[in-house]
């Protein structure tokens, strides 16, 4: 049986010297202090594709300077459509490079934390500062409950991977990277 650090998978990306936008690092580091799989990176990058292949469930944490200083916005990712890589990666592109190459992709999530201030320098705003903290209780959140009901699509989205984690653990060693 597999235990819930095989299922869940939070990635925090973004650039700590630039204010707000370090949100999802933070969120990232916070969630490996109490024991979460968390990768904090400055950007998406395709070696992430090989740790997605082996999960249940993704959850991807950035900030977004669309949303409104300190709120949060969940919302499903599904894999690109197009190349997996155009000039940057997105979290749908490297849900598709893990499907080509290693023959399935989690369920994914995306939480947007809204920003004040994308200045350099490494502190947060109040505002975003609130924000990680109510990400990180999220993230918690779906690391309790079992990944096929915490995400969306359910029975379907889980049954448009190929194999089963299972099985690609077996063949490969997965474990996720120590960045944090």
């Known amino acids: 049986m597999k235990s819930k650090a095989d299922q869940l998978l939070i990635i925090g990306y973004g650039n700590c010297l630039r204010g707000d936008d370090?949100?999802?690092?933070?969120?990232?580091?916070?969630?490996?202090?109490?024991?979460?799989?968390?990768?904090?990176?400055?950007?998406?990058?395709?070696?992430?594709?090989d740790y997605l292949s082996c999960v249940e469930l993704a959850i991807f944490v950035d900030a977004d300077a669309e949303l409104k200083p300190g709120q949060i916005r969940i919302t499903p990712v599904i894999q690109a459509a197009g190349s997996p890589f155009e000039h940057y990666?997105?979290?749908?592109?490297?849900?598709r490079l893990a499907h080509e190459v290693y023959g399935r992709a989690p369920l994914a999530l995306l939480i947007g934390i809204g920003g004040e201030s994308y200045e350099f320098g490494d502190k947060?705003?109040?505002?975003?500062?609130?924000?990680?903290?109510?990400?990180?209780?999220?993230?918690?959140?779906?690391?309790?409950t079992p990944a096929h009901r915490?995400?969306?699509?359910g029975k379907a989205a889980a049954a448009s991977s190929t194999a089963t984690s299972e099985s690609y653990i077996g063949a490969r060693t997965c474990a996720t990277p120590d960045c944090v």
């Open 22 to 49: 370090g949100a999802g690092p933070r969120v990232a580091r916070a969630l490996r202090l109490r024991g979460f799989p968390a990768i904090a990176v400055h950007q998406l990058t395709p070696d992430l594709a």
């Open 89 to 95: 990666a997105s979290p749908g592109g490297v849900l």
């Open 124 to 144: 947060l705003s109040r505002p975003a500062r609130l924000a990680v903290r109510e990400a990180v209780n999220v993230c918690m959140t779906h690391g309790r």
């Open 150 to 153: 915490s995400a969306p699509g």
